[in-house]
């Protein structure tokens, strides 16, 4: 009893615990949970290079949901799938907590627009695949994947078939499944771009929970700002061929946010106008027959470039 008494005297529990997370915020600042350094990327089109990345620097903190939008062909999905580890860089470095990473690993979920699902597989097998490579014995992943499933509201579905699920239930599964596997960074890339309007809206809410709830540190490709304002800390605009980091937007709305808030509906309007000129430069480039002189982009196809009703580019 004295003792306990004299330690209690001597320590200050919540001095502790100020102290604590104050060091933990320095540790954050020294050492980002992501790092991108000075990261390029060419491919090689009709025999010949173009640069698709030129010189990307981005930091995430641990814990921040940073959305990267930019014109159809800017190089999105290229820099997601270097932090993969999917695709190699010609030159610069990509670190996880410290770590130069050195291709794909599990720290690292990422969650295509089209949700990867094995058909042969129900629900809940699905989820708990991950686990299973892992070694994870059967009633620790069973309840892994349940507590996971119950996160995105599909516990009742558990032992459906992947047929039997709409689009929108689909990527749900694919988040669970990402995140029973409890990776250090989520990476998704337009997970909701190919869902109405009504299911997307209501995969905003539940992602916005599921990241208030986990805390995981996101990367989310987008070219509907709309929707990148509804999720994001920050916001990374990526210019036109070669993609470069044009200019960031810190988004300083409560949360959960909604698509059609006037707040959210007014941060997309700026951010609009700055992505304006590039694409403006898209447009013009596909517009244009088989090659751009003006403005150096590598224009792909005749394909008008992406529009997307409610804030998309
Ligand atoms: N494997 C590849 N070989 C040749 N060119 C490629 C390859 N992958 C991507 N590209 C080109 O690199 C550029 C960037 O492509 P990327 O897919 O990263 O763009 P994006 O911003 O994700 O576009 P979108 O919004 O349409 O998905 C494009 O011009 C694309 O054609
Ligand atoms: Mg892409």
């Known amino acids: 009893m004295l003792e306990s008494v004299e330690i209690e005297n001597t320590i200050d529990i919540d001095q502790i615990k100020v102290e604590s997370r104050q060091l933990a915020n320095k540790l954050n600042d020294v050492q980002p949970k992501l790092r991108i350094q000075n990261i390029s990327k060419s491919f090689q089109s009709n025999n010949r290079g173009f640069s698709a990345l030129e010189d990307i620097n981005l930091e995430a903190r641990e814990g921040e949901f940073v959305c990267i939008v930019g014109p159809s062909g800017c190089g999105k999905t290229t820099l997601l799938n270097i932090v993969a580890g999917l695709e190699k860089a010609d030159s610069g470095e990509v670190w996880i907590s410290g770590h130069k990473i050195n291709g794909a690993g599990p720290d690292r979920v990422v ?182 002189v003006e403005c150096d982009i590598k224009c792909t196809t005749e394909v008008p470039a992406k529009t997307d009703v409610g804030g998309g580019i």
């Open 111 to 292: 969650i295509f627009q089209e949700a990867a699902l094995f058909p042969w597989l129900n629900v809940i097998k699905n989820v708990e695949f991950g686990l299973k490579q892992k070694g994870v014995n059967g009633s620790q992943r069973r309840n892994t994947a349940l507590e996971y499933l119950k996160m995105v509201h599909l516990t009742k579905f558990q032992h459906a078939h992947v047929h039997e699920l709409s689009g929108g239930m689909k990527q749900r599964v694919a988040i669970a499944r990402a995140l029973a596997m409890n990776p250090e960074m989520l990476l998704m890339d337009e997970p909701f771009s190919a869902l109405d309007a009504q299911t997307r809206w209501i995969l905003h809410f539940e992602l916005q929970n599921i990241w208030l709830k986990t805390k995981k540190t996101i990367l989310f490709v987008t070219h509907n700002i709309r929707e990148a304002v509804c999720l994001a800390d920050r916001i990374v605009i990526l210019s036109t061929s070669p993609g470069r980091i044009k200019k960031e937007f810190t988004v300083e709305l409560p949360r959960p946010r909604d698509d059609n808030d006037v707040n959210v509906a007014e941060y997309s309007t700026r951010i609009m106008k700055e992505l304006k000129a590039e694409i403006n430069k898209v447009v013009k480039c596909e517009m244009d027959a088989d090659s751009c």
